[in-house]
């Protein structure tokens, strides 16, 4: 795979084109680029050689008026990568509603006598993908303060919720193992606040030079198996650690090294057959606070006459739109899909739910006979959307009573702060779109992506969506430029300016997993 920045005789090639308003590319813009000094700063922004055989749409629109100031290919799809989940948040703020919440339930239809709870107890998920080790431990607390202390059945875990397909439709295989790409169940649970739900951390740390290096999974659990060869090398040596879950199964091997008094390594990882792994885990609470279950632990549904003896409620989807959006949660972005479907329908499906999503698109002046989706977060392939129809979602949200958190929710360019800058806090630094710019990414093989808005240099709020399909290098600093210039602009008839080129970054200047995942292996 190739790819990388622009050398620096790239950059300067690129920055006297634009200053010498030399090179034009045919486009559809309403307004003749050689009357528009926006339109010929963008349009030579698209030719640079980095989009060579690529296949790039891009359109600009006043939020006031909806006027196009720009609109090259726009209308034409293509596969929307992590910007497809703009038309998920939407339509789960249209269809849920920003207070919705999601419950997780112990229930049983046994008969108590003194300490003893004779029947099955169940554990039944009701979606929530912010489930915590802390989360399951509360229940477990609930049950013992309740006086039980012996339950005379098994543990049944109830994930009927939602159906019991697991991955997305065109979803990649090979991804499977990873985080990003984690199946999905009504019941399931994160290992940290980031809420990759259906994911343990895996933590490598150092011991004596010559011993076994040391593992430790996030959170604790017996459901997933661990193979640990690794060892500990001499201080001062670089860490090799490589961390694999076989396809298919629970057994995670770590070989390698790391060196005595290093940093751990942490690697995230899919569990399969995440339902089991939440159980697991709230088997040993119960466990901790002194509850003893007889039986073993099965999946089955809970009888609709089982009592609930204890309850978890999760944060509103208007609060969870920060972690879903600003870091691009694969996982919140399909639970909310399947959410839809059960809500509209009785059904938690993938097909129910982008059922749902497509209700939902035309009061956002979006024609859902003009899109093709399977799921909620982009990862498919086989999604395909315009970017014009993006920016028409983009101008239509901001007529709506929810609009506030939606835009919010999107990462800030150039702002560090993980949860306001999000998938944009290393990009865009000192330029007039750092904390400006408001924007959802998307990105994998092949596909780059940029949709939000901007506030002008004029006052004005623009609307902007860029999707670039069929690329072999990294265009993420041309998405920048663009949207750089769109905070630069003073008006059709204001004089020229250059637009803003970004200095090169290597990839070990990105900091933090989003960014060094973004690049081509998920959809973010």
């Known amino acids: ?70 609109d090259r290919q726009s209308q034409q799809r293509r596969q929307p990568a992590s910007t497809g989940k703009l038309l998920t948040t939407a339509a789960a703020l249209d269809r849920l509603g920003p207070e919705h919440r999601f419950r997780t339930t112990v229930v049983s239809p046994g008969r108590r006598f003194g300490p003893v709870l004779s029947g099955d107890l169940y554990l039944r998920g009701g979606g929530d993908p912010t489930m915590l080790a802390a989360d399951y431990q509360a229940l477990a607390a609930e049950i013992a303060d309740s006086g039980v202390r012996v339950v005379r059945g098994r543990l049944v875990a109830d994930d009927s919720f939602f159906d019991e397909v697991r991955l997305g439709t065109g979803w990649a295989w090979d991804d499977e193992p990873y985080y990003y790409n984690a199946q999905i169940s009504a019941l399931t649970i994160a290992p940290d606040t980031d809420y990759d739900s259906g994911s343990v951390v895996v933590r490598v740390s150092p011991g004596r030079s010559g011993a076994p290096a040391e593992v430790e999974l996030v959170p604790a659990n017996d459901y997933v198996r661990v193979v640990n060869t690794a060892t500990t090398s001499e201080p001062g040596q670089p860490a090799r650690i490589s961390v694999r879950r076989e396809h298919g199964g629970n057994t995670i091997t770590v070989r390698g ?196 808005y901007v506030t002008a240099a004029d006052g004005s709020e623009l609307v902007f969506a860029m999707v670039s399909n069929q690329t072999l290098r990294n265009v993420r600093p041309l998405e920048d430029a663009v949207a750089v210039r769109l905070a630069q602009y003073e008006g059709v008839n204001a004089a020229r300016k250059p637009a803003y080129v970004p200095a090169p970054r290597s990839a070990d200047e990105a900091t933090g997993r989003y960014d060094l995942e973004c690049s081509w292996l998920k959809a973010c």
């Open 1 to 70: 795979m190739s790819g990388g920045y622009m050398s620096r005789s790239r950059r300067c090639a690129l920055l006297a084109v634009l200053l010498c308003a030399l090179v034009f590319v045919p486009v559809g813009a309403p307004i003749a680029e050689s009357d528009n000094p926006l339109g010929r700063d963008l349009s030579a922004i698209l030719a640079d050689p980095a989009f060579t055989g690529a296949d790039v749409g891009l359109i600009v629109r006043r939020a006031d008026t909806g006027e196009v100031l720009y």
């Open 257 to 452: 090294s790391i060196p005595e008094g290093g940093a751990p390594v942490r690697a995230y990882r899919a569990v399969w057959e995440p339902t089991g792994l939440a159980a697991a885990v709230f088997r040993d609470a119960l466990a901790r606070q002194g509850v003893r279950v007889l039986g073993e632990t099965a999946r089955g549904v809970a009888p609709a006459d089982a009592r609930v003896l204890a309850e978890h409620r999760s944060m509103p989807v208007g609060e969870l739109l920060t972690p879903f959006l600003k870091l691009s949660n694969n996982m919140h972005a399909e639970t909310l899909v399947k959410a839809m479907g059960k809500v509209e329908s009785d059904r938690g499906t993938w097909p129910s739910g982008v059922a749902a999503i497509g209700k939902s698109l035309p009061s956002m002046d979006v024609d859902p006979n003009e899109l093709y989706i399977v799921d909620g977060s982009g990862l498919s392939r086989m999604d395909q959307i315009a970017p014009a129809q993006l920016a028409a979602l983009l101008l239509a949200a901001r007529e709506q009573p929810w609009f506030d958190r939606f835009h919010a929710a999107l990462p800030v360019a150039g702002v560090s702060d993980r949860m306001v800058g999000g998938t944009l806090r290393n990009r865009m630094r000192g330029t007039p779109a750092e904390g400006n710019v408001h924007a959802k990414t998307g990105s994998y093989t092949g596909v780059s992506a940029l949709a939000g």
